[in-house]
């Protein structure tokens, strides 16, 4: 069994920042990539960027320049660093991660999300 606890989220002005994070834990072996995604309303859930476990990122292009993602191994916690955001920012946030578990099983987990929300 695997936990994801998500944070960070909440209500900024368009321009300001956030920082997401989330913690991975349970039966884990290793995370070989973490990354986030988002939903908004009436949207489908999209990639933002993801972080592999030699710490090659890729991002979506609406993230590039503003979001920065980064992990920290020894607490199998990723992070999500996102400035200048704008309205159509708003969206939930999720975690993802694609795991091998204590069986050396493959396997995917998604965290609860985490709203934010970028208004005046």
């Known amino acids: 069994q695997v936990q994801l606890v998500e944070s960070g989220g909440g209500l900024v002005q368009p321009g300001g920042s956030l920082r997401l994070s989330c913690e991975a834990s349970?039966?884990?072996?290793?995370?070989?990539?973490m990354g986030w995604y988002r939903q908004a309303p009436g949207k489908q859930r999209e990639l933002v960027a993801t972080?592999?476990?030699?710490?090659?990122?890729t991002y979506a292009d609406f993230a590039k320049g503003r979001f920065t993602i980064t992990r920290d191994k020894t607490k199998h916690t990723v992070y999500l660093q996102m400035n200048s955001l704008k309205p159509d920012d708003t969206a939930v946030y999720y975690c993802?991660?694609?795991?091998?578990?204590?069986?050396?099983?493959?396997?995917?987990?998604w965290g609860q999300g985490t709203q934010v929300t970028v208004s005046a």
């Open positions: 349970g039966s884990i072996f290793s995370i070989p990539v």
């Open positions: 972080a592999n476990i030699d710490d090659f990122t």
């Open positions: 993802k991660i694609d795991y091998v578990d204590s069986m050396w099983y493959e396997r995917d987990s």
